[in-house]
């Protein structure tokens, strides 16, 4: 008679060489900025999101009394070109990523954000405060970081400021 842990761990065996592991895909990137310590009026939040089916800027104030350019502008992009994207992010090693916190934050500067949502539901964000850096980010960020500067922004979300973006339209 074979003792049944024995059975057991024989048949986690022989059912794990069997299985394949799955990759999840990328349903969706978003990269977001925030401004450092400036004129309140002129603090601003920005997203920039990835989908399969679309890419779209969003830019905010932090104050009533903005001078940010806000809105919203769904940018055209080859869709063939988001697939290949996702495709190149998905063999990312998730897993050797690793927060790097400074021993002394230093003061002032702006936030950026990575988060990558995956068909299977679960996330994943990366926060760059003022100072910290993440081990093995290199080809994540370069990969997100040439899309998103390969990106046609329509004329009326160039500038971050309405009065830029005046100057630009007057003859």
Same mark, same amino acid.
């Given at each position: 008679?074979?003792?049944?842990?024995?059975?057991?761990?024989?048949?986690?065996?022989?059912?794990?060489?069997?299985?394949?592991?799955?990759?999840?895909?990328?349903?969706?990137?978003?990269?977001?900025?925030?401004?450092?310590?400036?004129?309140?009026?002129?603090?601003?939040?920005?997203?920039?999101?990835?989908?399969?089916?679309?890419?779209?800027?969003?830019?905010?104030?932090?104050?009533?009394?903005?001078?940010?350019?806000?809105?919203?502008?769904?940018?055209?992009?080859?869709?063939?070109?988001?697939?290949?994207?996702?495709?190149?992010?998905?063999?990312?090693?998730?897993?050797?990523?690793?927060? *790097?916190?400074?021993?002394?934050? $230093?003061? !002032?500067?702006?936030?950026?954000?990575? #988060?990558?949502?995956? %068909?299977?539901? =679960?996330?994943?964000?990366?926060?760059?405060?003022?100072?910290?850096?993440?081990?093995?980010?290199?080809?994540?960020?370069?990969?997100?970081?040439?899309? *998103?500067?390969?990106?046609?922004? $329509?004329? !009326?979300?160039?500038?971050?400021?309405? #009065?830029?973006?005046? %100057?630009?339209? =007057?003859?």
């Amino acid at each position: 008679m074979i003792p049944i842990p024995l059975v057991i761990l024989l048949g986690c065996l022989l059912l794990g060489c069997t299985l394949e592991k799955t990759v999840q895909t990328i349903n969706l990137v978003q990269y977001s900025s925030d401004s450092g310590p400036i004129l309140p009026e002129r603090q601003w939040h920005e997203e920039i999101t990835i989908t399969n089916n679309a890419v779209v800027l969003k830019r905010s104030g932090k104050v009533a009394e903005t001078k940010v350019n806000a809105g919203s502008w769904e940018i055209p992009v080859d869709m063939d070109t988001v697939a290949e994207f996702f495709q190149e992010l998905e063999a990312v090693d998730w897993s050797s990523l690793k927060r *790097i916190e400074p021993d002394d934050t $230093p003061d !002032g500067g702006g936030v950026i954000s990575y #988060e990558f949502v995956f %068909s299977n539901g =679960k996330s994943l964000s990366l926060y760059y405060d003022p100072g910290t850096t993440y081990e093995n980010d290199s080809r994540m960020r370069k990969l997100v970081d040439e899309f *998103i500067l390969q990106l046609e922004i $329509p004329f !009326g979300a160039k500038s971050r400021y309405t #009065e830029d973006y005046l %100057s630009f339209t =007057k003859p």
